[in-house]
């Protein structure tokens, strides 16, 4: 397929709750002004066209067996198909893996990002098929006041430890993959976790990482790999 006349550049931006914009504050959602993403193409403006794909709950890799739909690995494909042509993703997962019920360190949690990641470089979805751009996020990581907050049932015991080391395991493992970039939202000032229920970002976190994702696509700022 050819797509002369889709000319602005197309981000897509793949995750959880976190994309999805869930407001802890409110137990809703954050408004369009608010959420990452759709700052994000409010700062980028004409040229470029940003989709959100947030599932609150889903898994980079992990059949959830409470709530159905969860595992990013099974949907990417068509989720990725349905915004073709597309010039870049972003896939921010891992903190729902982190779930006591999934029984899985920070070694293999980061080993599932890195499978899916190597799926979406795959998935045909890539404007001409040439130049695929995965720019892997490791989200803001849970905070240790999780335990006595509002999702401590939900999300188990040990979940703020597997968290903080994902970045350190995953940035190994996607070294060297070409058409991959990594950047650590735990770098950027200011992205941080609700004191709320420690797990979900603020609205200034969700600025914060809009303004560094800007700077990454833009060329305003280099990428780790």
Request: proline content about 8%.
């Amino acid at each position: 397929m050819t797509y002369e006349n889709i000319t602005e550049r197309q981000v897509l931006c793949f995750g959880d709750s976190n994309t999805y914009g869930y407001d802890p504050v409110r137990d809703g959602r954050y408004g369009p002004d608010e959420r990452y993403p759709m700052v994000l193409q409010s700062l980028l403006g004409p040229g470029w066209a940003v989709a959100e794909e947030g599932l609150p709950g889903r898994t980079a890799v992990f059949d959830d067996p409470i709530t159905e739909g969860m595992n990013g690995l099974r949907l990417i494909n068509p989720i990725l198909m349905s915004h073709a042509p597309l010039d870049t993703v972003t896939i921010m997962l891992g903190t729902n893996d982190c779930k006591a019920r999934f029984a899985c360190d920070s070694y293999q949690i980061a080993q599932g990002i890195a499978r899916l990641t190597k799926k979406a470089l795959q998935t045909e979805c890539w404007r001409d098929n040439a130049h695929p751009d995965v720019l892997v996020i490791v989200p803001p990581v849970i905070t240790p006041e999780y335990d006595r907050l509002i999702f401590r049932e939900e999300m188990g015991p040990g979940c703020h430890e597997r968290c903080a080391g994902i970045a350190a395991r995953l940035a190994p493992m996607l070294q060297g993959l070409p058409g991959v970039r990594f950047l650590d939202a735990n770098t950027l000032p200011g992205a941080v976790c609700s004191p709320v229920d420690g797990m979900h970002m603020t609205k200034e976190a969700h600025r914060a990482l809009a303004q560094g994702l800007y700077n990454l696509l833009t060329g305003s700022a280099p990428a780790a790999h």
